[in-house]
């Protein structure tokens, strides 16, 4: 099951909406195929894992590990559970019960009314760790929320913005941890940003030193104060602009309105999002838009980049709450913040 979950990690930014999912086969202790799930509309990791067993005859002989329980519903691609049943493979264990409502537990029921023993929760917390994305859309109807920001050693996040400052990122840690954040931007489907870091910084949000899809770029814009000559609006990528007053849309973007003046209207861009079938957004906005967000507890991950520089002046970092969630320091400017997910799934 370990080995199902390193191959299921491989799928990292190519499978969303669908999970992560890895499956190996065993016969006599030994492995004798393997595979999972590489690209969304793709074959699932059941059916790369048969299909590399060069010796079809072992099948009936054999157990097939899989992080996730097999689907039993056609979607891109048939049922998984179908396939096992037909290549006749006795005993399947499955690490998590899958929570899409389609499966949550049919694909396992359908196995063993075939005559299929099916063990179920081998390594079940890292997998569903795993799938954290995945597990969040699927539980909290909303997509799980990566917040970012970097901050000086005096805990700002930018500089004291006067009058006529140039509309640009003001860098507070090392230039070469930008790659990281191209990768990171690659892993995830959405990106967003408010009104203010769209005009003060003027970003692409876009992936330049990172092989990877480009991710669907949010802007807040309450009232349409942006203009189209910044870089947001260049049509490049898929955008979507919130705001308070219109719907309409043009080649690459679209515009769609929401209610500002509503205390949940953060939650209200959640639930669009969710309809569009957007499992993860990273937040690179600015302070407000941030702590708008751990206001309203809609964040499940926190990555803060730790710099040694210091301000005086500026603009204060986001504060988050001082317990429900795990710290972890990566290196000497990398923290991560993750929330219990016992409390959220």
Known sequence: MQRCIELAREGLGKTAPNPMVGSVIVYNDRIIGEGYHREYGKAHAE?????SVKEKD???KSTLYVSLEPCCHWGKTPPC??????????????ASIDPYDAVAGNGISILRNHGVKVDVGILRQQAMLLNKRFFTFHKKKRPYIILKW???ADALIDIERLPGTPARPTWITSEKLRMLVHKWRTEEQAIMVG???ALKD??????RDWSGKQPLRIVLDENLTLSDSLSLFDNSQKTIVFNNNKNFSRENTQWIQTDFAEEAFLDNILKILAEKDIQSVIIEGGQKLLQAFISRDLWDEARVFQGNKFFIKGLRAPSLPHDNFDMSLIGNEILYFFKNPENSW
């Open 47 to 51: 059916v790369n894992a048969i299909n």
């Open 58 to 60: 072992l099948l009936k």
């Open 81 to 94: 559970t179908d396939l096992i049943i037909k290549t006749k493979i006795p005993h399947v264990v499955v």
């Open 150 to 152: 970097a901050q000086t």
């Open 195 to 197: 009104t203010i870091t």
């Open 202 to 207: 003027n970003p692409k949000l876009n992936v």
